[in-house]
Every structure is written in structure tokens, then in C-alpha cells.
């Protein structure tokens, strides 16, 4: 707790972040996966008994980890399971006894909210930044130099990230985890652009399976899109397709079922298999396991023209 004469000295934005930070720093780990600075990140411990949610990409070709808390603590941890394209892993701690953080729902968070960054960046152990929410539901691009792929739905905060604080707290101004903070940038990124995969019961749901199975079995379709506003233009065309927003297309993988599909950035999804699509969380909620080589019949918008395709999910190579 604070003196009461530190107390007085705090504006209320400086107040919530410090009390954010006295609750969140015991939870959010550096996490070292190997040798040098390779696999350096941050984690966040959401059980007692040792359960810790990183990056996927922090983790990528691990079996086991160190994770050290601001305390000094280091407690080995093993990895249980890791999800590419949600870009979530999770690893089992091989001590107990951490300091669980409480996780939050991304679903409640609204553009220009206080949100909290804790992690590692650029080997800084147990760094604060702080900035709000600047936009939600957004896809990503992310390569490894090999191959590219989309993370969807990322919350996009102007709190400071920076290689390490991949796999660390994004948090509101209640101290509740609403989000994995990842380091991974979209090609030709600008300045000022934080994003975090959000924790919401989709996440949670696949946190639960990464612990089960240790990944994520669904269907892939290779693009990224944010929602918007069915243009005006289009309303009255696509009136029977039930609701006026859609999800616009910002990237396609290439050589990936949608682009094999013909769909190409800018155009705009309105409907799936006859499903109104309206966000990125309405697509990712139709691409389970069971549509794997099954055919989806895609509406779609390009300028003024209403067009049909045809796309044909592959597995999600983990």
C-alpha cells in the first residue's frame, strides 16, 4: 500500500497503473528457451500449481523453459502445448506455488480504455508501459522467415512492446490479464503498434484444449481482415444477408486456400456457408476441425460487384 502522502502525489491515470503493476509484476515471468538471447520472452502464471501462458512463437521448437519472476524466483517449466495461429502456448511450471494472475474477458474492452503492458522487452525484467486501447478485432500477418501466417482478432494498444515482452500481460486497469502481449508485427509496421492476443472465452476454450491435446486442431483459410460497415453502396444488394457489417480483407496468405480462391485485400466478406460474417471471431467460430476439405460457399464484395466463391479449408500445418 501506499503512504498516504505518495497517494496524493499520484494523478488517478498514474494511480491505476501503479496499482496494476503491484499486482500483476509477481505473475509475469521472463522466459528463456534456450541458449543466447533465442526464445526470449515474458509469461504469465494463471494457476498456482504452475500453469504459464506465453507466445506460441516464443516458444517455437522448445520442450522446456526458465521462467524467473521479479522475486528472483526460477521455476523450470515444460511446454504442454503451443497454437500457431492463435499464437498461445502453455507451459506447466515444475514447481508450484506461483502467484496466479486473474484473467479478464477482451469481449468488455472498448477503444480508448487504460490498458497496462507488463513483461521483458529487450531483457528489462519486469517493465511497465501503459496506453489504451486503439483498436479491436484486428488480423495480423506474422512470418518466421519460412512461411507466413494470420493471427486473428488481436486487440492493437499504443502501450510500448518491444522484442521480450512477447508472451506477457496486457491488462485493464483492474489488474485482470485481457491479453498475451506478442512482439510479432504485421510486414511493414509502423511505430506505436502494440498488439495483444486477447483472452476471451474463444482463447480460454483453446487454453483448455492446448492442455488436453497439447494443440489446436482447426480449419485454415489463410487471410486476415478487420470488421467494418457493409458499404452504402451494397446495403440495399445484400439486405437479405441479415445485418450491415462484414469483415474487409487486409491480407491473404499466398498460395493459401483463399488466395487458390481468388479472394484478394480489399475485398469484403459478407457471408459463409449462408452466415452473415461480421468479425474475424464470427469466421474463426465457423473454422473448426469438421470443415477441413469440406467446400465453404464465400459471398463476397469487390468494389460495387457481389461475387461467389468457393474456398476449401486445410488443416492448420502447427
Request: glycine share 14%; aromatic share 2%; no cysteine.
Amino acid at each position: 500500500m501506499l503512504a498516504v502522502d505518495e497517494a496524493a502525489a499520484l494523478d488517478a491515470y498514474s494511480a491505476a497503473v501503479v496499482a496494476v503493476a503491484d499486482r500483476l509484476l509477481p505473475s509475469v515471468a521472463s522466459l528463456q528457451v534456450g541458449a543466447g538471447s533465442r526464445g526470449g520472452g515474458s509469461a504469465v502464471a494463471i494457476s498456482a500449481d504452475g500453469l504459464l501462458v506465453t507466445s506460441a512463437h516464443v516458444v517455437r521448437g522448445a520442450r522446456t523453459g526458465t521462467a524467473t519472476f521479479v522475486d528472483g524466483r526460477e521455476v523450470t517449466a515444460d511446454v504442454v502445448g503451443s497454437d500457431p495461429l492463435s499464437d498461445l502456448a502453455v507451459l506447466r511450471g515444475r514447481q508450484g506455488d506461483l502467484h496466479a494472475a486473474e484473467l479478464g474477458d477482451a469481449q468488455q474492452l472498448r477503444v480508448g480504455q487504460l490498458v497496462v503492458a507488463i513483461g521483458n522487452p529487450l531483457g528489462f525484467g519486469g517493465s511497465v508501459s501503459a496506453g489504451v486501447v486503439s483498436a479491436l478485432g484486428r488480423s495480423l500477418a506474422a512470418g518466421d522467415g519460412r512461411r507466413r501466417r494470420i493471427v486473428d482478432d488481436v486487440i492493437q494498444t499504443d502501450a510500448a512492446l518491444h522484442p521480450g515482452n512477447s508472451g506477457g500481460a496486457l491488462a485493464d486497469s483492474r489488474g485482470r490479464v485481457v491479453g498475451i502481449n506478442t512482439a510479432v508485427a504485421g510486414f511493414g509496421a509502423g511505430q506505436g503498434l502494440g498488439l495483444a492476443v486477447p483472452i476471451n472465452p474463444h482463447t480460454t476454450e483453446l487454453i483448455g484444449e492446448l492442455l488436453a491435446n497439447g494443440r489446436v486442431q482447426r480449419a485454415y483459410i489463410g487471410l486476415g481482415g478487420g470488421s467494418r460497415a457493409v458499404p452504402s453502396t451494397l446495403v440495399a444488394r445484400v439486405a437479405r444477408i441479415g445485418h450491415r457489417a462484414a469483415v474487409e480483407v487486409t491480407s491473404v496468405v499466398d498460395g493459401g486456400p483463399a488466395d487458390l480462391a481468388g479472394i484478394r485485400p480489399g475485398d469484403i466478406l459478407l457471408a459463409v456457408d449462408a452466415r452473415p460474417i461480421g468479425t474475424i471471431s464470427e469466421l474463426q467460430r465457423l473454422l473448426g476441425a469438421d470443415r477441413i476439405g469440406v467446400a465453404l460457399a464465400v459471398e463476397f464484395a469487390r468494389g460495387n460487384d457481389v461475387r461467389r466463391t468457393t474456398i476449401v479449408p486445410e488443416p492448420l500445418d502447427p
